[in-house]
């Protein structure tokens, strides 16, 4: 029986769906369920959709799958853990796998960022940074340092440390006041300065100066941490200019201040030849919030790469006594350990972090060969990250990116609508052959805007 044959009798046999009772997140519900667009199958570069057909991705499921889908060696390591152990309590107790994969995670992270504290999701991530920042500086007799500094146009995830210190104007203006004590940088991205820069854009590093006048306002001993991501991926994905974190980073030194970098999106070879933008850029922070390629979306896991002397600070009082009060039920997860073992031992044998280096200069071309198409105002890159933002539709923004989205989908693509930008990011085993696929999908379409 022919595949698309195969798939349309499995998709007879599914039972009735009733699409009413899940509320979906990040999504246009009512559009959503007038023509649904669901996938039943997954394997490589492609989805299958449930009426058969192909679907290559361009945006790794969702920043994260980033070996590709259904890769064996990892399908294999949750099969056989689910049938040794399907839970362990991580509070007071343990299994082996959670501190295997925190030494290898270690082993990875720049500098002496080599203690590692399992969450569940990039969200779970950011508020437990935040949590380990504020509580540092209260155990080291700073407990005025209560302040937080975020960005605007940044996102850091839906719990409410993550939103407050977030710059997304949607995701915060519906839940009230947040966090009280947060301020934020301005973000870097100039069409005026920077559009179609390739990789890092010269104009924007003093921005960081930002900093200086917030502790002139509060003072820096009320000031506990700056969370930034050194990729901002779902705002638009907007690159940092050259000489930005460096500058960050002087100034937190300076001052005393925790530097956070969200790398939810960036770590585990997104942007280059390493496994954090921390190394790429030869910026070191403090801490290194992390999830998504992590195990590849296999299972859900996040993680927070703490400098050893954070926490070093806690381990004081007597050794019976817990040192921080936070934690998660399902930290560490037997099943999501295997997972993330397996996802990191993929990484190592396939060379997918030298390969990101390796096709980041095809996926450049190939990305800004659609500068001069209608519509289009600026083109952004780094590593396998691409951004095409569009002019918006006078009175009706993000409907031009969303028709470019519902249309790359009729025509077998995935990509991923945030505003007006259209965000690019393959899984790294991505051929030269399906980047060619991708923007020619792509120019297509946009050729073809209205």
């Keep these: 029986m022919p595949k698309q044959a195969a798939a349309l009798k499995k998709h007879e046999e599914l039972p009735h769906y009733n699409l009413e009772s899940f ?38 499921g969702m920043w994260c799958c980033n070996i590709g889908h259904g890769n064996l060696k990892v399908v294999a390591a949750i099969q056989r853990q689910i049938a040794e152990m399907d839970y362990a309590p991580p509070f007071q107790m343990g299994h082996p796998k959670a501190f295997e994969l925190a030494k290898r995670l270690a ?50 995830g839906v719990g409410f440390g993550g939103i407050s210190v977030g710059g997304i104007v949607n995701n915060r203006r519906f839940f009230g006041s947040l966090l009280s004590g947060v301020d934020h940088l301005p973000h870097t991205h100039s069409l005026e300065k920077n559009a179609f820069s390739k990789g890092q854009p010269a104009w924007g590093a003093h921005l960081a100066d930002e900093l200086e006048n917030i502790v002139a306002l ?33 100034l937190c030194t300076k001052h005393g201040i925790l ?67 936070h934690g998660y039920t399902y930290s560490g997860h037997p099943v999501a350990a295997a997972a ?23 996926w450049e071309n190939a990305l800004h060969s659609l ?14 990250m691409g951004a095409i933002e569009l002019e918006s539709i006078p009175g009706k923004p993000t409907l031009r990116a969303f028709n470019a989205f519902l249309e790359a989908y009729d025509k077998g693509l995935v990509i991923r609508q945030t505003g007006d930008t259209i965000a690019l990011s393959p899984a790294l085993i991505v051929s030269k052959d399906q980047i060619d696929q991708i923007f020619d999908i792509l120019s297509g379409i946009i050729k073809n805007l209205s």
Excluded at 43 to 49: A, E, L, N, V
Excluded at 218 to 239: K, Q, R
Excluded at 278 to 290: H, K, L, N, S
Aim: hydrophobic share 45%; glycine share 10%; proline share 5%.
């Design 218 to 250: 509060h003072g820096a001993e009320t000031i506990a941490a700056v969370i930034v991501e050194p990729v901002a991926g779902s705002t638009g994905v907007l690159i940092p200019p050259k000489g930005y974190l460096e500058r960050l980073r002087e």
């Design 371 to 384: 500068k001069g198409l209608p519509h289009i105002i600026d083109i952004r890159n780094l590593g396998l």
């Design 107 to 156: 082993k990875l992270m720049p500098g002496s960022l080599d203690r590692i504290f399992f969450t569940n999701s990039g969200s779970e991530s950011v508020d437990t940074a935040l949590k380990i920042a504020l509580a540092y500086h209260n155990v080291r007799g700073q407990g005025m340092r209560t302040r937080l500094v975020g960005r605007s146009r940044s996102y850091h």
């Design 259 to 325: 530097l956070i970098f969200d790398e939810v999106i960036t770590a585990f070879g997104r942007v280059g030849n390493a496994a954090t933008a921390a190394e790429f850029f030869g910026v070191q922070p403090d801490m290194i919030v992390m999830a998504k390629g992590l195990t590849s979306g296999t299972i859900p896991m996040g993680a927070v790469a703490v400098d050893r002397k954070i926490h070093d600070a806690f381990m004081t009082g007597p050794e019976h006594a817990i040192e921080f009060f």
């Design 340 to 362: 993330g073992l397996a996802t990191l031992e993929v990484y190592r044998e396939e060379g997918l972090f030298e390969r990101t280096k390796d096709l980041a200069p095809y």
């Design 23 to 60: 509320w979906m997140p990040f999504s246009a519900n009512r559009q959503f369920k007038a023509s649904p667009r669901l996938f039943v199958e997954a394997k490589d570069m492609h989805y299958t959709t449930i009426e058969g057909r192909k679907i290559l991705d361009a945006f790794a």
